[in-house]
């Protein structure tokens, strides 16, 4: 490298496209190019599979499919304004399907690199779509060798090595890494690392949005040679930032974020998660179950913040046993925060499911079936609402509820998203607070009650469940640490509470197979990255 470079401005683009919308996603990638022209830059990088969406998953098996992915990079090579794109997209070569970067500079040739390391836990599958690539690749840009590397390859020490070695002066990483708490602390640790052992800086950029299950925080940055973090982008938005490259010094153009506090990230997580899932479906507007508790409450909020209050209906359903604070409580919130508001007491429907099976059940003591009629009532009269108008219905049921089958399949488990499907009740109340922290949102009394079913005399969740400041950390070991009961018990959790929490979740994975998809929030979510047997023998 020469003692005088020539600048070359390098542009972030941190990009929420639409899964399989090739054609709309390409036209993302040239809009983006032309205002990073506009603002100088000799070099834009998107995000992994930033053409398809990511994850693709089994779309990526259609010809078709892949046809219109090589027919749009065909057309972002023609209609290019004048850079150098580095664009995550599928490669298909002999048969063989690569999860690639690729390279489109004006007058050349296109060059790629494959990505290394391919990810098949947790929530990844990619060993079933793509073979790995195996080698370095090294383009010039601007007058600089710059290497590239694809998401995963960033936390092994190989890839960044073989592009060191090739004469790379700077690596580029392309990510499509979802959200989980305390993520980007993970992140900057690898990045760090590979830093150090090549001593090149690295610009690393993310994919944002929600994509069913998953949500894509963005937040990508750029580390120079000496580990220091000279650009960070914003969270769970899109962002076009640039920094510019001269000599050995990487210098941000514009304002850099701010890392937000875990709450408020995983608040914005949920935010974003809920907003994409219902407007990417095609939906304009939700409607929710309002009982005055603290999880519709928050789900309530959370609507309201993703949709705009005018998107929302919220709906309260009492019974015999709905207690009146629980309807002031609920009418209070609509108003506080403008949404349309329904009362529907649900005394009719219940009396009249139990009239018609009084001969079913006749000699037949109350039990549990009497509470999951209310339940159930609700989901049909939720699920009319929902059809009738057009509005996805949004569940309201937390992670901990989820866990034990403390919820009615087809009553409050109907419905079309779960945005607090992998939400701890602790983390519920956490939330609450911190959301009314940044403005009314949720009644105090809503925040403070003891949390109840309310369907019967005088119920409190700890009739039936450990307190959740017990039930809470054991359902983590368990569940998200994998940890044996035998583990749990020893860090000083009373035994015959551990093995009856353990027991409830084993016993009620048929329930969660029938949830509706909730955005993944924590290192271990239901779904894909926790895929246990509904039938099974095996006790723990």
């Known amino acids: 490298m ?120 947790g929530v990844f599958d990619e060993q079933r779509y793509f073979e790995a690539g195996n080698e370095a690749s090294v383009v010039e840009i601007g007058g600089r060798r710059i290497g590239l590397s694809v998401c995963e390859d960033i936390w092994y020490p190989e890839p960044a090595r073989q592009a060191r070695d090739a004469g790379a002066e700077l690596i580029l990483n392309l990510n499509a890494s979802p959200f989980h708490a305390s993520k980007t602390a993970e992140r900057m640790a690898q990045v ?98 309002l009982s005055g508790g603290i999880d519709s409450a928050l789900v309530l909020a959370i609507a309201c913040d993703a949709l705009g209050p005018q998107a929302v209906q919220a709906v309260m359903m009492p019974y015999r046993y709905t207690a009146d604070i629980s309807k002031t409580d609920a009418a209070q919130q609509a108003e506080m925060l403008g949404v349309a508001y329904s009362e529907i007491p649900i005394e009719r429907p219940v009396q009249a499911f139990l009239e018609v099976l009084s001969k079913e059940f006749e000699g037949l003591g109350r039990d549990v079936t009497e509470e999951n009629l209310q339940a159930r009532s609700r989901g049909v009269i939720l699920m009319a609402i929902s059809n009738k108008k057009g509005s996805m219905l949004l569940t309201t049921g937390n992670k901990s509820e989820m866990s034990v089958g403390y919820a009615t399949l087809y009553g409050d488990m109907a419905g079309g998203f779960a945005p607090l499907k992998d939400v701890s009740k602790l983390r519920v109340y956490a939330l609450a607070r911190w959301r009314n922290g940044q403005g009314p949102a949720i009644p105090e009394r809503v925040i403070e009650r003891p949390p109840s079913a309310e369907l019967a005399p005088g119920q409190k969740d700890e009739d039936s469940l450990p307190p959740y400041e017990i039930l809470d950390p054991i359902l983590e070991r368990y569940i998200e640490q994998d940890k044996s009961v035998e583990e749990i018990i020893a860090e000083g959790y009373d035994a015959d509470t ?38 099974s023998g095996f006790r723990r």
Request: charged fraction near 25%.
């Open 2 to 121: 020469t003692a005088k470079s020539t600048p070359l401005r390098i542009a972030l683009a941190q990009l929420n496209p639409l899964v399989g919308d090739v054609a709309g996603n390409a036209q993302r990638i040239l809009d983006t190019a032309a205002r990073a022209l506009e603002q100088g830059a000799g070099l834009v990088i998107y995000p992994e599979l930033a053409l398809t969406g990511y994850p693709p998953e089994d779309l990526l098996f259609r010809r078709q499919f892949l046809d219109q992915c090589e027919q749009a990079l065909a057309r972002i090579e023609r209609e290019n304004p004048g850079l150098a794109l580095v664009i995550g997209a599928p490669r298909r070569e002999g048969g063989r399907l690569f999860n690639s970067a690729m390279v489109l500079q004006p007058g050349q040739p296109l060059r790629y690199y494959d990505k290394q390391r391919l990810p098949n836990y």
């Open 192 to 289: 760090s690392e590979r830093v150090a052992e090549t001593g090149l800086p690295v610009c690393y950029v993310n994919l944002v949005g929600g994509q069913d299950e998953l949500v894509f925080d963005g937040q990508g940055f750029v580390m120079d040679a000496n580990g220091e973090v000279v650009l960070r982008q914003r969270g769970f938005e899109e962002s076009l930032d640039l920094v510019c490259w001269q000599d050995n010094e990487l210098i941000a153009l514009g304002e850099s974020a701010v890392e937000r506090p875990e709450l408020e990230q995983l608040y914005r997580a949920l935010v974003l998660a809920t907003r994409d899932y219902v407007t990417k479906n095609g939906f304009e507007r939700v409607v929710l179950g």
């Open 498 to 535: 551990v093995r009856r929490v353990a027991w409830l979740v084993d016993v009620n994975e048929y329930k969660r197979r029938q949830t509706p998809p909730g955005v993944r929030v924590t290192r271990r979510a239901f779904g894909k990255e926790r895929r246990y047997p509904i039938t």
